[in-house]
């Protein structure tokens, strides 16, 4: 452990990777904040400083947010904890907040909701931005990447990147030459970016930053036949793509059957690791992995997603097993639709 006396609490030392090409090094297990915003239940804001302020402490120092999030108040936030600690990196993302439009994503649009985060974040220039998983028309727009590079060179933003639904649409951003990430579902349900995202992400100097990691908590190990989720959770109002793209809620994988894959899984898990600090570590054992970025809802959570950094990496017949699993319960349900 490295200290940093007792006023700013213990850091823990975690593997640094680079973030692609914004050229930051960051923990290989960041936090997403969308639990913090909205869509999870209930957090109250005590308990999501506190969330935060925990990840600090066990050496996190990477932060994905959205303007979308609680309309603004994951936002908001991030940027009290940017004020007690502004050596940590934080991202954000943009363009959820308008009909889905790819008419809707101008240097115009592009200025004002970059306002609008700048002041929920209290800072002049925001570290990352991303492209909030846009209509696939978007990817391809040289207008839009162009308007991209004008916010950079305005000093609004440091560097931008994408967060993506599907493969094909991360390799036509990871070909953009200004595009420094690349935000990507990816765990032990979602193998398939291992098969061409990762190799052409790495080849190119672009950052993977996976979300998503325990596919929606069911790779916690946590959950069975008899969970049931508060009404505002998009785990019970998103079952079927209701609200947003399906596969953002358990990775599109029938909750049946990630249940029965996470029954095989368990005896995988090493003495003294959680079933979620398996399926994190198996994530960071990914090559091109910058920084995977678990979501938590209390201090608790926090230390133990960062703790996963920790173990060693799972020895290659767990991976092995890990892929058989996949090859036979979530591969037919999820490998051809993203």
Same mark, same amino acid.
């Given at each position: 452990?490295?200290?940093?006396?007792?006023?700013?609490?213990?850091?823990?030392?975690?593997?640094?990777?680079?973030?692609?090409?914004?050229?930051?090094?960051? %923990?290989?297990?960041?936090?997403?904040?969308?639990?913090?915003?909205?869509?999870?239940?209930?957090?109250?804001?005590?308990?999501?400083?506190?969330?935060?302020?925990?990840?600090?402490?066990?050496?996190?120092?990477?932060?994905?947010?959205?303007? $979308?999030?609680?309309?603004?108040?994951?936002?908001?936030?991030?940027?009290? +904890?940017?004020?007690?600690?502004?050596? $940590?990196?934080?991202?954000?993302?943009?363009?959820?907040?308008?009909?889905?439009?790819?008419?809707?994503?101008?240097?115009?649009?592009?200025?004002?909701?970059?306002?609008?985060?700048?002041?929920?974040?209290?800072?002049?220039?925001?570290?990352?931005?991303?492209?909030?998983?846009?209509?696939?028309?978007?990817?391809?727009?040289?207008? $839009?990447?162009?308007?991209?590079?004008?916010? $950079?060179?305005?000093?609004?933003?440091?560097?931008?990147?994408?967060?993506?639904?599907?493969?094909?649409?991360?390799?036509?951003?990871?070909?953009?030459?200004?595009?420094?990430? /690349?935000?990507?579902?990816?765990?032990?349900?979602? +193998?398939?970016?291992?098969?061409? /995202? +990762?190799?052409?992400?790495?080849?190119?100097?672009? %950052?993977?930053?996976?979300?998503?990691?325990?596919?929606?908590?069911?790779?916690? %190990?946590?959950?069975?036949?008899?969970?049931?989720?508060?009404?505002?959770?998009?785990?019970?109002?998103?079952?079927? %793509?209701?609200?947003?793209?399906?596969?953002?809620?358990?990775?599109?994988?029938?909750?049946?059957?990630?249940?029965?894959? /996470?029954?095989?899984?368990?005896?995988?898990?090493?003495?003294?690791?959680?079933?979620?600090?398996?399926?994190?570590?198996?994530?960071?054992?990914?090559?091109? /992995?910058?920084?995977?970025?678990?979501?938590?809802?209390?201090?608790?959570?926090?230390?133990?997603?960062?703790?996963?950094?920790?173990?060693?990496?799972?020895?290659?017949?767990?991976?092995?097993?890990?892929?058989?699993?996949?090859?036979?319960?979530?591969?037919?349900?999820?490998?051809?639709?993203?």
């Amino acid at each position: 452990m490295n200290g940093r006396g007792e006023g700013s609490g213990i850091l823990v030392a975690m593997e640094q990777r680079t973030l692609g090409r914004t050229g930051r090094q960051v %923990g290989v297990v960041g936090l997403g904040t969308w639990q913090l915003g909205a869509d999870w239940g209930d957090v109250d804001e005590e308990q999501a400083l506190a969330t935060l302020r925990a990840a600090v402490e066990s050496g996190i120092t990477f932060f994905d947010t959205a303007d $979308v999030y609680g309309d603004g108040r994951s936002e908001r936030l991030v940027g009290r +904890l940017l004020k007690e600690h502004p050596e $940590v990196m934080v991202a954000t993302k943009m363009g959820r907040r308008v009909p889905q439009d790819p008419s809707a994503y101008t240097l115009e649009n592009f200025r004002a909701w970059n306002d609008r985060s700048r002041k929920n974040l209290g800072v002049d220039t925001i570290d990352l931005v991303q492209l909030h998983c846009p209509p696939t028309p978007v990817y391809s727009t040289d207008a $839009v990447f162009d308007a991209l590079d004008t916010l $950079v060179e305005e000093g609004r933003i440091a560097a931008y990147g994408v967060s993506v639904e599907t493969c094909e649409e991360a390799l036509t951003a990871i070909a953009r030459p200004g595009v420094a990430t /690349v935000q990507i579902i990816l765990n032990a349900f979602r +193998l398939k970016p291992l098969e061409r /995202v +990762l190799p052409a992400a790495a080849e190119a100097g672009v %950052g993977i930053i996976a979300r998503v990691p325990l596919a929606s908590g069911l790779l916690s %190990g946590r959950y069975g036949r008899d969970t049931v989720f508060p009404a505002n959770d998009h785990r019970t109002f998103n079952r079927r %793509g209701e609200a947003f793209d399906v596969g953002e809620t358990f990775s599109g994988v029938d909750f049946e059957s990630g249940l029965e894959a /996470v029954a095989r899984l368990a005896p995988l898990v090493p003495e003294g690791m959680t079933m979620a600090q398996f399926a994190l570590r198996w994530v960071i054992d990914q090559p091109g /992995v910058s920084v995977v970025i678990p979501g938590a809802r209390n201090p608790e959570q926090a230390r133990a997603n960062a703790a996963a950094a920790a173990f060693d990496p799972l020895p290659e017949p767990v991976h092995e097993q890990v892929r058989a699993v996949y090859d036979e319960l979530i591969r037919p349900q999820v490998h051809h639709r993203w």
